[in-house]
């Protein structure tokens, strides 16, 4: 058998979820399982309780309140791309998810999981980060809330405490005709990327861009919002000059070497790819259509 | 410490109650519990989907599900595929038509796969195939004839819905 021994819990509702979790010593959180069930079978961690989310309905859920978009943390991927109100409000999410794994991890994969996984180059992260998500959190102890920026601990750790659940993410959707983007580079689609690229840019009538929303995934050890590049595009005469000083900001970030690609390269990358997805969001947000 | 699970499955439309080891994977369990070999396990750690199953008609990586979590689901494996007097599902036939398989060992996962994708786009492009098959890992063919024997299927599928229904679905 691949994993290791572990007690199986599957509470009903989160009541019962956050009790194990508060009670229990060494436990793990099992949402989608794309990511926890091969370190399982690789046996990379040991829990001695597993507590299961799946049978939990509460935490399953697409919402539209007051102008906000909430999503249970429970949500399959699968879900959101098929989402009308996802592709009403927040188009860039159905954009990334194309690049999260494969039909038959989507199934599976859930919005809640990817953000707590926390990989550096997950796309769901990314987009969450140049969103401005707020992530609900949960324990005994009580709720709170967490801007994305502040969510990443450090690489692959959330900032939360070990008895807490995320229980949802919440989006406040840009204006109905702002321009959107999101660009990769791997070696094959559904891979790692190597470098992501999540652009929103809100476009006026002169040409001129008032707002812009622009982040790196992959570059990091989490997703980098790119404010020097945001503050060059914005209020700009020039938006096609402004575009390209703005990617050539990309060029000094600190980025991670690792066995796959060098920093370097990965700055390059990241120039290339933030003025593709600047172009074509631009060109979105003036009603152009785009390959 | 063995912590073990009574489940109920149903499996191509048998169902079967058995007690199980909670951290036995859903692909083990096909595979050793109730003998049903023709899922077949590669990396199991996600990567090379040849494990693919239907969960209540969703096409998952059965090596990254527990066997507990499918308590009360249905599951589909590729022995669903072949009809009475063994006779080959159109999209098995289109795999044997178009050479779209040389040892066979990830067709399994690939074919279960692109059931649960032709339901949802029985008219798709070459790029959307390569896309749907992007999640399984084939070390023979080089994937050109399983692009082939997936788009000569969607078309036989379309003849095959035209025919029951009077009408060809587009």
Redesign the interface.
Known sequence: ????????H?PRCLDDALGLLAEKENAKLLAG??SL??M???RFVFPDD?I?L?RIPELTSIGEDEGLVRIGAMTRQ?ALERSEVIRDHCPIIIEAL?YV?????R??GTIGGSLCHLDPSAELPTVAQGLDATIHIQSKRGARTLAMEDFPAFYMTPAIEPDEIVTAVEFAPWPKDHGFAFVEFAR???DFAIVGVAVLLVVSADGSISRASITLGGVGQAPIRCTAAEEIVTGSNDSDAAMREAAETCRKIDAMDDLHVSGVYRQKLAVALTLRALRKAYDRAIGESVA | MTDTRTISVTVNGSRHDLEIETRLTLADFLRHQISLTGTHVGCEHGVCGACTVLVDGQAVRSCLMLAVQADGAMVTTVESMTGENEQLHPLQQAFHDNHGLQCGFCTPGILMTLLEFLQHNPSPNETEVREALSGSLCRCTGYQKIVAAALDAASRLRQDVGKTAGRRES
């Open positions: 058998m691949k994993p290791p021994p572990f007690h199986y599957d399982g794309q069930m091969p399982l079978n690789m597993v299961d799946n699968c194309r794994g494969h039909i038959q991890t199934n599976r094959r689609l559904g």
